[in-house]
């Protein structure tokens, strides 16, 4: 088998037994690299140590991931505006955390014969929250629910939050306005 020390260097091709009389001088591990290779390819190494830091690499790795959840909002072909807004404000806010939303519309009973109307509340969504979301997913039934998925924009998630402290101001200012 061929053979390499702990440093890297090639120590060559010997038998098996002078291999292992190699790394037990050294108080190390004599570890099968590439099994397949003509002769095999082995190293001298502390198996030990090469584990923990492999775990710690992982680790590290998965400390670095994002994880993204798909969330749901679920409305109804006949929804007022009010409770519109405020799923549309949910919606908004697991947008804005980083996951994707799926919006459902759900169908009861004859609602299933005019999808239109799942369809245009669907379509109010998307142009609703537009410049913020990408429509990953159409509108689709499935079953007794339509259904579609958004997800953030990567490009704007910097600008986002300015901007929603301008409209949350100015929504304020209007609310106090009317009332």
């Known amino acids: 088998m061929r053979v390499t020390s702990a440093t890297g260097e090639q120590l060559g091709i010997m038998p098996t037994r002078e291999a292992l009389r190699r790394a037990e001088e050294q108080h190390l591990d004599l570890v099968e690299v590439a ?3 003509k002769p095999p390819v082995c190293r001298i190494m ?3 140590k090469y584990r923990y830091e492999q775990q710690k690499r992982e680790k590290e790795a998965k400390k670095k ?4 959840n798909i969330k749901e909002v679920k409305l109804r072909p006949h929804i007022e505006q009010h409770d519109f807004d405020v799923k549309l404000k949910n919606a908004l ?4 955390e980083g996951n994707k939303v799926k919006v459902t519309i759900m169908f009861r009973g004859r609602e299933l014969s005019h999808q239109e109307l799942g369809r245009e509340v669907l379509a109010r969504v998307a142009e609703t929250l537009g410049d913020q979301v990408t429509v990953e997913r159409n509108a689709k039934l499935e ?4 259904t579609m998925i958004i997800s953030p924009k990567a490009q704007k998630s910097s600008k986002k939050k300015p901007q929603q402290t301008q409209q949350t101001d100015s929504k ?3 609310s106090n306005a009317k009332d």
């Open 93 to 96: 806010r697991f947008i804005q």
């Open 35 to 37: 099994p397949k290779a």
């Open 143 to 146: 079953g007794k629910n339509m």
């Open 172 to 174: 304020g200012g209007n």
């Open 65 to 68: 991931q994002k994880v993204i």
């Open 46 to 48: 502390d198996f030990g």
